[in-house]
């Protein structure tokens, strides 16, 4: 398969550069729930998502993770070749939320093709700036949003991200995305049931009034 329907600035490579992509990519599949990057110093190339979800994240000395961001379709990892970037140090783990085809590219062949083309180095500059910006944003919805705001904001997401109202996750999962305690995550959805806002189960959350969950997260 080839990188040319997922590769945002494919075009505005020389002939040379593609070929020279095409001839070193590597096709890869995760599972769900498989680790992708889980120690400081991996280099595994750049990843470029063809299908699926990855969930990047950091993990305290404790062993509390947080989510910094999610990963979708023609999304690109660059964190999973640091090695690429030694200015650049930000240790993270990144893990397939779903079964995940990706493309892996090689960091040093990336890193030529970017030394030698401006689009490349303006695209990976705007990347890293994007990802900044959402390490800002969650800095800032930790510093200063309460916790009912950021579950009931973090339930929207998931509703769009998956279609439904009916969301697969257990108070564990949305501990871990908010680096909280799963029993403060309890307490939180057990409230929000008693409001009439969601409906509890077993590894499931349903969103009953999901207008009053975004009133909630804009409030």
Same mark, same amino acid.
């Given at each position: 398969?080839?990188?040319?329907? !997922? %590769?945002?600035?494919?075009? =505005? ?11 070193? *990519? ?5 599972? =769900?729930?498989?680790? *992708? ?19 990047? !994240? ?5 062993? +509390?993770?947080?989510?910094? !961001? ?8 660059? %964190? ?9 140090? %930000? ?6 939320? =779903?079964? /995940? ?9 990336? =890193?030529?093709?970017m030394e030698e083309s401006a689009v490349v180095a303006n695209y990976t500059n705007e990347i890293m700036a994007s990802r900044f910006s959402d390490v800002m944003w969650l ?11 950021r579950v009931a904001g973090f339930l929207m997401e998931e509703m769009v991200l998956e279609g439904t109202m009916k969301l697969n996750l257990t108070h564990e999962a949305i501990?871990?995305?908010?680096? /909280?305690?799963?029993? *403060? ?16 189960? +077993? ?17």
């Amino acid at each position: 398969m080839s990188l040319e329907n !997922y %590769f945002p600035i494919w075009e =505005k490579l020389t002939s040379a550069q593609q070929d020279k992509l095409n001839g070193c *990519v590597i096709d890869k599949w995760f599972k =769900k729930g498989e680790s *992708v990057l889980h120690r400081e110093g991996d280099c595994n190339g750049l990843l470029l998502i063809q299908t699926g979800r990855l969930r990047v !994240y950091i993990l305290s000395e404790g062993g +509390r993770e947080i989510t910094i !961001y999610r990963l979708l379709d023609m999304d690109l990892c660059l %964190f999973s070749a640091s090695c690429m970037m030694n200015s650049i140090q %930000f240790d993270v783990m990144v893990k397939a939320e =779903k079964d /995940t085809r990706v493309f892996i590219i090689p960091a040093k062949v990336y =890193k030529e093709i970017m030394e030698e083309s401006a689009v490349v180095a303006n695209y990976t500059n705007e990347i890293m700036a994007s990802r900044f910006s959402d390490v800002m944003w969650l800095i800032e919805q930790i510093m200063w949003k309460s916790l009912d705001k950021r579950v009931a904001g973090f339930l929207m997401e998931e509703m769009v991200l998956e279609g439904t109202m009916k969301l697969n996750l257990t108070h564990e999962a949305i501990a871990n995305h908010l680096g /909280t305690h799963r029993e *403060v995550i309890t307490r939180m959805l057990r409230y929000f049931q008693d409001e009439g806002m969601v409906k509890l189960a +077993r590894g499931m959350v349903e969103v009953l009034d999901s207008k009053r969950v975004q009133q909630l997260h804009e409030e």
